[in-house]
């Protein structure tokens, strides 16, 4: 696989619809991204196979999707109004603010400079609080104050008796949960990399406090193979330990799933103890007790809580990292993205020859027999050859081409994305033929 420039991956995105920068046409808005038609199509995808993988596949997790502004008291009570920050430095010379934590001494004179101006005149770091602070109602006072949550966890632990009663599971079991959080970065950047606002995929997993070491190294392994099964290299990720002094003030242990991306090893999802902290505080702050009562042994507890969080547009751009590569066909250089078929944008193209109205009916025919079990793209513009191009650059799997003999012959012509390989198939067997290549029962 080639090195990829970040470059090249955000010019793609761009060109081909996959994200763009929000607010473009009135200069942007720093940190803000718009999915475009096939982002927003392959971003389903990544958020659609967590699912599949975290609720659907179990027996012992169910779903949840809670409020994103959410009361101040669960953040006075999760410890995010007084913890949830980082260091923070100024730039004396050109005012640029920057996180403490992200910035290394020079090799030359030990001391730390402004990535901006090259100054060394930095202020003392202080705390920044990356909390997202609004107001519910017609008054702007105190009494009003609400905040749009930084992590979906806290939606998990408010509604843990809900779901224990409602869905008669008992521990070990997991609440899953995909939605937006919001989060003031001091220095967002690297594409959608880190971004005020952003998409997470969080499992609270609640087990017995004995058996919460057992279900941390379940789920470190479970996580790092979700990877590695939709077709990321298996070199390029790692697993990473934190050290004591950067663990989150709710965590007993925290182990990152990381990705090798252009500027160096990076998070994808960090995997936490957070023991019972979450539980027993809201508990104290709403005098409410949340526990678990297990009528087999007469045993209450509070459970502990095994957290993997992920960062649903995070992943998706590791994804086509992993998945960009550049060949030659007939001596002739191509870009395509090698994703998985359960990822990629349109799992089949629909491609007839040409736009001549002989063509058209058989080529919808097709079109409406495969729609039913993948997404399909229907392109009838350009040469056959400018289109195979553009499918392998968008990451499509199969395209189906109808030509003239398919008037004659009732087949059609299958291309695979990677080998370039072809095969005739009779159009009463495509979607069979096409079940079996992409080795899915449909979406």
């Known amino acids: 696989m080639p090195v990829v420039d970040m470059e090249d991956i955000v010019r793609l995105a761009k060109q081909r619809g996959f994200i763009f920068p929000s607010a473009e046409i ?43 502004l959410s009361s101040p008291r669960i953040w006075e009570a999760s410890g995010h109004l007084a913890n949830f920050t980082d260091p923070m430095v100024d730039c004396r010379k050109c005012k640029e603010r920057w996180r403490a934590d992200h910035l290394e001494p020079a090799a ?43 992590e979906t966890a806290q ?22 949960q995909i939605g937006k959080s919001f989060r003031n970065e001091i220095t967002p950047g690297n594409f959608v990399f880190r971004t005020r606002e952003f998409e997470q995929m969080e499992l609270e997993y609640f087990v017995p406090p004995a058996e919460a070491d057992k279900w941390f190294d379940y789920w470190r392994t479970e996580r790092l193979e979700w990877y590695v099964s939709l077709g990321i290299d298996r070199q390029r990720l790692r697993l990473r330990d934190h050290d004591q002094e950067e663990l989150s003030h709710y965590s007993a242990g925290t182990t990152d799933v990381e990705f090798m991306f252009p500027w160096g090893w990076g998070e994808l999802e960090g995997i936490a103890n957070r ?27 509070v459970p502990y809580v095994i957290e993997p969080a992920a960062g649903a ?13 550049r060949d030659q066909i007939g001596g002739e250089e191509r870009t395509v993205l090698r994703l998985h078929p359960r990822i990629a944008p349109y799992q089949v193209a629909v491609l007839p020859l040409s736009k001549k109205e002989t ?4 080529a919808e025919e097709v079109l409406g ?26 990451g499509t799997p199969l395209a189906v081409t109808i030509d003239f003999d398919s008037l004659e012959d009732r087949a059609v012509t299958i291309r695979d994305r990677d080998t370039t390989a072809q095969v005739r198939v009779p159009i009463e067997r495509v979607v069979e033929e096409v079940r079996s290549r992409l080795g899915i029962a449909g979406f």
Request: charged share 25%; aromatic share 12%.
């Open 313 to 325: 547009t995070r992943t998706m751009m590791a994804f086509l990292l992993a998945a960009y590569d």
């Open 155 to 176: 939606g998990h632990f408010v509604n843990f008796l809900n779901v224990l009663q409602t869905s008669r599971k008992r521990p070990p079991f997991g609440i899953a």
């Open 108 to 150: 030359a004179d030990g001391l730390v400079h402004c990535p901006n101006c090259d100054s060394t005149d930095l202020t003392e770091a202080r705390a920044f609080n990356l909390m997202f602070k609004t107001h519910a109602g017609p008054l702007e006072d105190e009494g009003s104050v609400a905040y749009l949550r930084p």
């Open 275 to 301: 023991t019972d902290y979450d539980l027993r505080a809201h508990a104290e702050a709403s005098g409410v007790k949340l526990e678990y009562f297990d009528q087999a042994s007469g045993e209450r507890y």
């Open 369 to 394: 027999l495969l729609q039913p079990i993948a997404m399909c793209d229907y392109d009838e513009t350009q040469s056959i050859g400018r289109r195979y191009r553009r499918q392998d650059e968008i």
């Open 359 to 362: 063509l058209v009916p058989v």
């Open 26 to 68: 009135y200069g942007g808005f720093r940190s803000t991204y718009d999915y475009g038609p096939l982002g927003v199509l392959m971003l389903r995808n990544v958020k659609n196979e967590w699912w599949r993988s975290m609720v659907q596949m179990r027996h012992d997790v169910v779903g949840l999707d809670a409020a994103i």
